[in-house]
């Protein structure tokens, strides 16, 4: 056993404490993460000695690409008056929580290993509770797209004179609530003076806590996934040609978006499930959960490639950005950035749903494939 008596002595003395007076205790973190994780003091000294490895710099540089995927994302939807849209603000918002998931990682990176002895508790819920925020704003915003397609097909109405106050609530809903979840730790909710209920991935972490995190999440998945059934079925139902139409087309990238989240944050899931249920140190797969983590932010690149594969006009408007962006760094002039998108989709060749209420579908003004 390495966990040894002299961090017993420790943990006991620190109990004595107020948990908030602890929040700026150098020695707090050297305690919890040898307890949690089985660390001697000379295991301790090691760590405090480790440089970045090989896999941490592969981890930032995909980061590095993240942010400027999405950075691309939120230039093509503010650039293009054509992607002003409801549907288009809310897939805005989803790459700005991935931009920021990607900053959050690196941050996260950079601060662990060596460093994250040399920190104090409130910098450690900081560095971990960003991430977790960016997570629940990534998985609020699916919501709120689900949320829009639906409304969107079962409404007669959908983009009168509540159409801005319902998007800007449920964007404003999306980062409260994600701030909210992601601060509960710092706010209280944490295993300080409470040892035996610490996590071992996340050795500050109620146990309790992250498996709160994790059941909300997924019962948050499980009613996009509802939602996007009954979306099908009513598609369904309606008049074939709407299969066709761009609305249809729509559906399916987002629906690809979500099933896509899925498959990669599925395994980091289950990590914390493992976490949570395992009694301590009888998992020893628990070590490896920076793997599943970092598999579980490459979910963040792929959906910029999801939206250039599936939209021509995304396509076409990533092309006009990266161009501009060239235009601009070699001093020539800039007068193609201003160039109008052409193709097969315009304003005028929009069907909306007043001009056809047979239909449920109401058709959007892009184009995917």
């Known amino acids: 056993m390495t966990f040894c008596w002299d961090t ?40 405090s000695k480790e440089s970045l490895s090989v896999m941490s710099i592969f981890f930032i540089l995909m980061c590095c690409i993240i942010i400027l995927e999405n950075l691309l994302v939120l230039a093509a939807v503010c650039r293009n008056k054509k992607f002003h849209s409801a549907m288009f603000f809310f897939i805005g918002n989803l ?77 404003g809903a999306c980062w409260v609530t994600s701030i909210l979840i992601g601060c509960m730790p710092i ?62 087309a729509l559906l399916k990238t987002v629906t690809i978006v979500l099933g896509v989240f899925i498959i ?33 932010t490459l979910n963040c690149a792929l959906n910029p490639v999801i939206y250039t594969l599936r939209s021509k006009d995304m396509r076409r408007e990533f092309l006009r950005v990266i161009c501009c962006w060239g235009l601009f760094h070699s001093g020539r002039s800039t007068d193609c950035c201003m160039i109008p998108l052409k193709g097969s989709t315009t304003l005028e060749h929009c069907t909306f749903k007043h001009e056809q209420p047979t239909t449920p579908i109401m058709q959007d003004c892009t184009t995917f494939v």
């Open 95 to 171: 790459a700005f929580s991935d931009l920021l998931a990607g900053s959050a990682y690196i941050a996260n990176i950079l601060l662990s290993g060596k460093r994250t002895f040399e920190l104090v508790p409130v910098e450690w819920f900081i560095r971990e509770g960003t991430a977790f925020i960016t997570l629940a704003a990534s998985i609020f915003s699916l919501l709120a797209i689900a949320i829009e397609r639906f409304t969107a097909i079962t409404k007669v109405k959908v983009y009168g004179s509540n159409k801005s106050c319902r998007m800007f609530f449920l964007i």
């Open 187 to 248: 706010i209280g909710w944490n295993c300080i003076n409470n040892i035996s209920d610490c996590s071992y991935v996340l050795p500050l972490y109620s146990k309790r806590y992250i498996f709160f995190v994790v059941t909300i999440f997924t019962l948050i998945l499980f009613s996009i996934v509802v939602l996007y059934v009954r979306i099908y079925l009513i598609v369904k139902s309606s008049h074939r040609e709407t299969t066709a139409s761009p609305t249809y």
């Open 264 to 296: 990669c944050w599925l395994p980091a899931f289950t990590i914390l499930l493992l976490d949570v249920s395992c009694a301590r140190l009888s998992c020893p797969i628990l070590s490896k959960s920076k793997y599943f983590f970092g598999f579980a």
């Open 8 to 47: 017993i002595l420790q943990c006991h003395t620190l109990a004595m404490i107020s948990m908030y007076e602890q929040y700026y205790n150098k020695s707090v973190i050297s305690v919890y993460y040898a307890y949690a994780k089985n660390l001697s003091q000379s295991d301790i000294s090691e760590k």
